[in-house]
């Protein structure tokens, strides 16, 4: 399902209005964080909405929509860091937990304090209306990303025939590298890539390919030096 985020309305709202980014951002965001906003790689403040919505003179119907849209894909951002997490500790159980759970209404600066335990099931996040409630988390994710966790999760389980049915889908959807969803950064790609390296890594240990399984090591580890020291992508500004 295409869900035309909020930084595309944005976009559109301003160009309706016939106005330039520095003239809407200006005194609110910088110019160039303004751009990656509208591009989706940066998620305003708030009270940096808020500023915008009045400027576009949206209606308070109109503002609490998109400012609850925008807390979606905030969720997005702290999801992907939950799954890197999960990765990294080769927790199964939990990558799939997090990959099935549905969308939430908007957290209070409360739970956002919890948001590991929110993501995690040791927290209850707030129910959100009956439209978001069926949707999952997953959605918002990249189609190749999404197979990626799947199989990588799957292999940690030790279900391999899952973990290559995945990684195939990943591969072959036509959607799988196209930013569909927005904000597929530099960063999101590069962790994919370590992913996949690491259930390529389990596939051919399992089937006794040691030369390969080696070698997809060895790739995986070359993958994540590119990581180390990188930012969290994209930027949550809560």
């Not at 403040?45 to 576009?56: N, P």
């Not at 009956?130 to 279900?159: C, K, N, Q, T």
């Not at 790609?189 to 080696?214: G, M, P, Q, T, Y």
């Not at 070698?215 to 994540?224: A, E, I, K, L, M």
């Amino acid at each position: 399902m295409r869900i035309q985020p909020p930084w595309e309305r944005l976009r559109q709202w301003r160009t309706e209005r016939g106005m330039t980014q520095l003239s809407l951002g200006q005194g609110c965001v910088s110019q160039s964080a303004y751009c990656h906003i509208e591009r989706g790689r940066v998620m305003p403040t708030v009270d940096s909405l808020k500023i915008l919505s009045a400027r576009l003179q949206l209606d308070e119907e109109t503002q609490r929509a998109w400012m609850a849209d925008w807390d979606l894909y905030r969720q997005r951002a702290r999801l992907r860091e939950a799954l890197w997490d999960g990765f990294l500790r080769e927790r199964g159980r939990l990558i799939q937990s997090l990959l099935t759970r549905p969308v939430r209404a908007p957290w209070t600066e409360e739970e956002v304090g919890q948001e590991v335990a929110v993501l995690t099931g040791t927290a209850t996040a707030q129910s959100g209306d009956d439209d978001d409630s069926e949707m999952l988390l997953e959605e918002f994710l990249m189609p190749f990303e999404r197979h990626i966790y799947w199989a990588v999760s799957a292999a940690f389980l030790g279900d391999f025939t899952t973990a290559q049915r995945e990684l195939l889908a990943g591969w072959m959807d036509p959607d799988s590298h196209a930013t569909i969803s927005g904000a597929w950064t530099q960063m999101d790609r590069e962790r994919a890539a370590v992913a996949e390296a690491k259930v390529e890594e389990l596939l051919n240990h399992r089937s006794r390919r040691h030369d390969a399984r080696d070698y997809w090591s060895q790739v995986r580890q070359q993958r994540g030096v590119v990581l180390q020291g990188g930012k969290r992508s994209p930027r949550v500004d809560d």
